[in-house]
C-alpha cells in the first residue's frame, strides 16, 4: 500500500500474525454444550472460530441482531435452518446468515462436523463463549445468551428443530 504524503494510516486491533492449525488464537478454547469452539480471529470488527460439531450436536434456531454469521464447512454435512427454511450443505458450502435472520444448525449425520465459522462485527460472542463454557444447563445456556445479543427462540416455534 503507497501512503500519500500527508496521509493518516488507521489501524485496527487486528494483531497481525498467523493461527496454526492446531491451535487456537490466544490459547482460548471453549465447550458449548458438547461443542468444541477453538478461536481463529479476534478483533472488534470480525470473530472467528473453528467449530469441531460431533455426530447429533446442534445449535437450535437463534437470531443475532447486531451481527452477521457465516460458515465454512470444511468436513461433515450440516443441516440448516434459514429464516423459515430448511437445507443441507457440505464441504466447500459457505453459508450466510445476515443478522436478524433467524437461524440453526445440526449435525445430523454419523462423521462429525467441522467448519469455520465467523461474525462481522465481533459482537459480545467471544465474551460469551467464555461464559458458556463448560456450562451444561441449556436454559442457563440461553439466559446467558440473551444478555450477549444471541437471542434463542421458544422452543417448538420451528417446525423440525
Request: charged content about 20%.
Amino acid at each position: 500500500m503507497e501512503v500519500q504524503e500527508g496521509q493518516e494510516i488507521i489501524l485496527g486491533d487486528l494483531p497481525k500474525g498467523i493461527t496454526l492449525a492446531s491451535e487456537a488464537m490466544g490459547n482460548k478454547t471453549w465447550n458449548v454444550l458438547g461443542h468444541t469452539y477453538l478461536s481463529k480471529v479476534e478483533s472488534s470488527s470480525s470473530f472467528a472460530w473453528l467449530s469441531l460439531d460431533p455426530a447429533g450436536t446442534g445449535v437450535p434456531p437463534h437470531v443475532h441482531p447486531t451481527q452477521d454469521e457465516h460458515l465454512h464447512i470444511m468436513e461433515g454435512v450440516y443441516t440448516l435452518y434459514l429464516d423459515g427454511e430448511w437445507t443441507t450443505a457440505g464441504p466447500g458450502d459457505t453459508v450466510r446468515m445476515p443478522m436478524g435472520l433467524p437461524h440453526a444448525y445440526y449435525n445430523k449425520h454419523e462423521d462429525a462436523g467441522k467448519a469455520l465459522f465467523w461474525v462481522s462485527p465481533s459482537g459480545q460472542l467471544a465474551t460469551l463463549f467464555g461464559e458458556l463454557h463448560n456450562l451444561t444447563d441449556p436454559e442457563e445456556v440461553v439466559r446467558r445468551s440473551a444478555l450477549r445479543d444471541v437471542n434463542f427462540l421458544p422452543p417448538g416455534s420451528v417446525p423440525g428443530a
